[in-house]
T-cell receptor, first 109, second 113 residues
Framework: RKEVEQDPGPFNVPEGATVAFNCTYSNSASQSFFWYRQDCRKEPKLLMSVYSSGNEDGRFTAQLNRASQYISLLIRDSKLSDSATYLCVVNEGTYKYIFGTGTRLKVLA | EAGVTQFPSHSVIEKGQTVTLRCDPISGHDNLYWYRRVMGKEIKFLLHFVKESKQDESGMPNNRFLAERTGGTYSTLKVQPAELEDSGVYFC???????????FGEGSRLTVL
């Protein structure tokens, strides 16, 4: 079993749609969680950290469920510019960041 | 503030040759990481420096890979001799602390023919 698992997609959604991605992690001792965004042939960039109480940043909402060991990312009112790969990243309390394979999102006009 | 910079952005070499990748982290970031993404796979940890000290190189594939960070500033990753399976994108990242945000360079794409 992979340490961090994501549905690779692709998710093809129309503009304005709401889309949700899930990610599961295997190490129950994991301490910090992130969503990174990676555009084609570019580097990953931090989209948002994920806090235990859940957090929102504009159209993006991230949630953490420690009991079930999953993290989610909800994107509302999708824009064409949201098309990218979304990487779930888990830190186990050390310098080791574990990456999921990423979920590809394509927002269609 | 300058971001993480990597050089070269793309390198094409033949099997058996040597390649050296360079990473300049964000100034003041003691933590420097090398990661690699092979086609279709997840980004995988190679090693971690704190200043000039290697903290963990458990992700290095084998002894054909050598990383250094002279003086705790820039880092180099040498592959010698390169094999076909070494092809991929090598990302460097830096962070101020070990559990916070990672800042990535644009990556060095290595193609071994």
């Amino acid at each position: 079993r992979k340490e961090v698992e994501q549905d690779p997609g692709p998710f093809n959604v129309p503009e304005g749609a709401t889309v949700a991605f899930n990610c599961t992690y295997s190490n129950s001792a994991s301490q910090s969680f992130f969503w990174y965004r990676q555009d084609c042939r570019k580097e990953p960039k931090l989209l948002m950290s994920v806090y235990s109480s859940g957090n929102e940043d504009g159209r993006f909402t991230a949630q953490l469920n420690r009991a079930s060991q999953y993290i989610s990312l909800l994107i509302r009112d999708s824009k064409l510019s949201d098309s990218a790969t979304y990487l779930c990243v888990v830190n186990e309390g050390t310098y080791k960041y574990i990456f999921g394979t990423g979920t590809r999102l394509k927002v269609l006009a | 503030e300058a971001g993480v910079t990597q050089f070269p952005s793309h390198s094409v070499i033949e099997k058996g040759q040597t390649v050296t990748l360079r990473c300049d982290p964000i100034s003041g970031h003691d933590n420097l990481y090398w990661y690699r993404r092979v086609m279709g796979k997840e980004i995988k940890f190679l090693l971690h420096f704190v200043k000039e000290s290697k903290q963990d190189e458990s992700g290095m594939p084998n002894n054909r890979f050598l990383a250094e960070r002279t003086g705790g500033t820039y880092s180099t990753l040498k592959v010698q001799p390169a094999e076909l399976e070494d092809s991929g994108v090598y990302f460097c990242a830096s962070s101020r602390d070990i559990t916070g945000e990672l800042f990535f360079g644009e990556g060095s794409r290595l193609t071994v023919l």
